[in-house]
């Protein structure tokens, strides 16, 4: 495995310690659901709970160092999930807490040991109260802006402290209970946080690798490839200088890549789950070179990208054509009439990244979100079918 000498000097400092965790990560192959309901009423039975291991409920905040859900009436939706697990005894129902929107009050919350601890307590409770197996810190980002959120450098060692004491007082309940942590898959993420450290609290890091590219992007690319993309891939393409310089600052072009850097670090294999997208992102004003891959913008595409919308009405339908990306083991489809380019994850680009995680001992897939596929031969289908080769 390789990684350019410059990320090696850059984060040399935080992988220190980083040895077998002192918490192991749960045997098996997982297969981990974010699920974030849509509306006041869902149908339990519409969900394929039969095919995962895990599902996230998505998301609690930090309020007055505190986790709550900003709605509360979103109580009575994780209710009705967590009853499923009398129908499902081997699936684990997980709270997230966080996310892009929601990770304005972490910052200030692990600044010191009292509001940490109080944050600690109301997790406890609320897992307790709701009868869940488990925590996802879906903190964005560390150190980082994220969606205009205060942060300091101390959150790097800030995010530590709460993690050990999240795993300390988890484990004080005498319930095992699962603890994960969101990651963004760059190198710049994990140079804002001590990750061996963290690794030795948590029982999986769930790789966000999706989301490499967006709808306010100059040129078409890929959002959640597996296989890496080199320069000389995009040689003499428009794109090519600025998705060169976009990888030298740090952020990688594909899964495998970010993943790699990881194990590189001293992170175990079956502590890593790695994030597929049951969504899309697309351009418009893209010219026809290249079937729009690689190519100038004008501005981005404002359709539903979730799967069942583009297996419904885009995948080589309506003008538009499904193309393949050897290189970056990743589909993508192009109307030149409209001239939209959507990037987004397939039955087959799902299989693959289920294969490569299989294949390389990680401890298993995850994906956002479970309501974006609603089709039993679709994206979660090509992850079992794949999961029951094993």
Not at 176 to 189: K, V
Request: aromatic share 12%; proline share 5%; glycine share 10%.
């Amino acid at each position: 495995m390789k990684k350019p000498a410059v990320l090696a000097l850059i984060l040399a400092a935080i992988v220190t310690g980083c040895q077998a965790p002192d918490k192991p990560a749960t045997g098996g192959f997982q297969v981990m659901a974010y699920f974030y309901p849509r509306s006041d009423d869902f149908d339990p039975d519409t969900l394929q709970l039969d095919r995962l291991t895990h599902i996230i409920f998505s998301f609690t905040e930090v309020i007055d160092n505190e986790m709550k859900l900003r709605d509360e009436a979103r109580g009575l939706l994780l209710r009705k999930l967590a009853e499923q697990k009398e129908k499902y005894p081997g699936l684990k129902v997980m709270i997230a807490c966080g996310g892009w929107g929601g990770s304005g009050g972490f910052s200030e919350m692990a600044r010191t040991k009292k509001s940490r601890r109080v944050f600690v307590q109301s997790a406890v409770r609320f897992i307790e109260d709701y009868t869940l197996d488990g925590l996802d810190i879906d903190w964005e980002y560390p150190g980082q802006p994220g969606a205009g959120n205060p942060y300091i450098p101390e959150d790097r060692e800030n995010f530590t402290a709460l993690m050990r004491e999240l795993r300390k007082a988890m484990d004080r309940t005498g319930r095992e209970q699962t603890l994960t942590f969101a990651a963004g898959a760059s190198q710049n993420f994990f140079s804002h946080i001590e990750l061996g450290k963290v690794m030795k609290q948590v029982d999986y890091v769930n790789m966000m690798t999706y989301d490499f590219a967006g709808g306010g992007d100059r040129y078409t690319s890929h959002h959640t490839n597996l296989g890496t993309v080199t320069g000389k891939d995009i040689e003499g393409t428009p794109a090519a200088e600025t998705l060169m310089e976009r990888r030298d600052s740090t952020w990688p072009s594909s899964a495998t890549e970010i993943i790699e850097f990881c194990v590189d670090m001293g992170v175990q294999p079956s502590q890593i789950v790695i994030g597929a997208a049951f969504y899309g992102k697309g351009w418009r004003g893209v010219p026809p070179e290249n079937n729009g891959l690689y190519q100038p913008v004008r501005e981005a595409w404002t359709g539903n990208g979730r799967y069942y919308a583009l297996q419904s009405n885009y995948i080589d339908k309506n003008g538009f054509t499904r193309y393949w990306d050897e290189t970056a083991e990743a589909p993508y489809l192009y109307n030149p009439a409209d001239s939209i380019f959507i990037t987004y994850e397939d039955t087959v680009s799902a299989r693959l990244k289920t294969e490569y995680a299989i294949r390389n001992q990680l401890g298993g897939i995850m994906f956002w979100e479970l309501g974006g596929d609603v089709s039993d031969r679709g994206l979660l289908a090509a992850i079992h079918a794949a999961t029951e080769k094993q």
